[in-house]
């Protein structure tokens, strides 16, 4: 399962049948007092994830102990290695904590993971032993602040937290399917590393320009790997994935290395906001790193299919001139298109990255910017971006901690 199980908590109390029945949560995260006003039981909540901060591997550790223990049903549902899985869990938590007092934001985020754990199988069912084991883990290692209050906020929260995610996960249900097949038709081999495969779903897709998905192989599954899709819906159905193979990852060796035309992959829903705001003619400053220019090639697309003429300027990033494998593309886009320009900027060359050579051009205040590509290159990319001008809510990229995912 992915990270949204985080979210789990127990009552403390012996036995299992009747925890965290989610059909009584009420609609609204508990309290009520808003970002600026924590509510005690936001208050009581963030005070057990400081203390359990430091151990935070044993805690999960000790979560999915207790879980494969008591509910060895829940097993399959998980992949075989567990090491990522841990790392999600211990994200998604605090993810959701963070935003507890939060109800919009919090509530958008535990229903897109809900979507996206459908394809794992996940039942209302399954939720209270989830909360059972997870509040097991941290009374056990937050014993020093755990008390009837602290448990009873915690069972609050969770019983919120999951009527949310089963109330999305059934609504989402009535309208998509909970996964797609799709067979591979194109395998493009780039350079020795990174391969462009073009995928026919069995069934119509629905995503946007700049938005990502979840890919499973018949190799390894129940382990799936986020990847963004490299260009803007098309009008036969076709999807494009740029592929990296990494040292140790198994997805992404098995897309480059082993896939062939024939052969079928699952996919998960589309996810992510870094997508085209259509109502504004505000200019697009788009940073692309490796692999990370297939997003930025579909928005491009997108841009141009809604007849659009604002400006687009692209900054291509790469290590070595052998790692532009797409420049040609990014390069023929240019010549089709007069409001887009496309500079690549080759670390080797330049003697700066990526973030560094943003700041020669511009001015970029009024630009909507777009980041895309390896983890660091996002963080240093926002904080570049921000220095010359761009607010916050003007920057949009993919979730730092799903790029440390799909670099698998």
């Known amino acids: 399962m992915d990270a949204p199980t985080t979210t789990s908590a127990d009552n403390?109390?012996?036995?299992?049948?009747?925890?965290?029945?989610?059909?009584?949560?009420?609609?609204?995260?508990?309290?009520?007092?808003?970002?600026?006003?924590?509510?005690?039981?936001?208050?009581?909540?963030?005070?057990?994830?400081?203390?359990?901060?430091?151990?935070?591997?044993?805690?999960?550790?000790?979560?999915?102990?207790?879980?494969?223990?008591?509910?060895?049903?829940?097993?399959?549902?998980?992949?075989?290695?567990?090491?990522?899985?841990?790392?999600?869990?211990?994200?998604?938590?605090?993810?959701?904590?963070?935003?507890?007092?939060?109800?919009?934001?919090?509530?958008?985020?535990l229903q897109n993971l809900s979507r996206g754990h459908r394809k794992y199988g996940t039942r209302p069912e399954h939720y209270p032993a989830l909360g059972e084991c997870l509040v097991g883990a941290l009374s056990q290692y937050a014993s020093a602040v755990w008390d009837a209050e602290t448990?009873?906020?915690?069972?609050?929260?969770?019983?919120?937290?999951?009527q949310v995610m089963i109330d999305a996960a059934a609504a989402d249900e009535l309208r998509l399917p909970a996964w797609?097949?799709?067979?591979?038709?194109?395998?493009?081999?780039?350079?020795?590393?990174?391969?462009?495969?073009t995928l026919r779903p069995d069934q119509p897709y629905p995503f946007l320009a700049g938005q990502y998905t979840s890919v499973e192989t018949p190799w390894w599954p129940r382990v799936w790997r986020h990847y963004s899709f490299a260009s803007a819906p098309r009008s036969d159905g076709l999807l494009t994935f740029h592929v990296k193979a990494v040292p140790a990852g198994w997805i992404s060796n098995a897309l480059v290395h082993r896939a062939r035309p024939g052969d079928v992959v699952r996919l998960g829903p589309a996810t992510g906001s870094m997508t085209v705001d259509h109502t504004t003619d505000s200019g697009l400053l788009c940073l692309g790193g490796g692999t990370g220019i297939a997003p930025i090639k579909a928005l491009v697309e997108d841009v141009a299919e809604h007849g659009e003429r604002r400006p687009v300027e692209v900054f291509y990033g790469a290590r070595t001139d052998h790692d532009l494998y797409d420049i040609d593309t990014m390069l023929r886009l240019q010549q089709s298109h007069p409001w887009l320009s496309v500079r690549a900027i080759v670390d080797q060359q330049a003697n700066l990255q990526l973030p560094d050579a943003v700041r020669e051009y511009g001015p970029w205040a009024q630009y909507e910017a777009y980041l895309s590509g390896p983890p660091g290159m996002i963080r240093s990319g926002v904080d570049a971006l921000r220095n010359?001008?761009?607010?916050?809510?003007?920057?949009?990229?993919?979730?730092?901690?799903?790029?440390v995912v799909a670099a698998n």
């Open 180 to 197: 797609w097949h799709a067979e591979v038709v194109a395998h493009d081999l780039r350079t020795p590393d990174v391969a462009v495969l």
């Open 12 to 109: 403390g109390t012996s036995g299992g049948g009747g925890w965290f029945t989610p059909h009584t949560a009420p609609a609204v995260p508990p309290g009520g007092g808003g970002p600026e006003h924590p509510s005690p039981d936001a208050l009581l909540i963030r005070r057990t994830m400081a203390e359990v901060a430091p151990v935070a591997d044993k805690v999960t550790s000790y979560f999915y102990a207790l879980l494969f223990v008591r509910h060895p049903d829940l097993r399959p549902l998980f992949p075989p290695a567990m090491d990522i899985q841990r790392e999600r869990l211990l994200k998604a938590l605090l993810t959701a904590v963070e935003h507890i007092d939060n109800t919009p934001v919090l509530v958008d985020y």
């Open 388 to 403: 010359v001008g761009i607010p916050p809510e003007r920057i949009r990229h993919d979730a730092v901690e799903e790029l």
């Open 151 to 162: 448990e009873a906020a915690w069972v609050r929260a969770y019983t919120m937290m999951s």
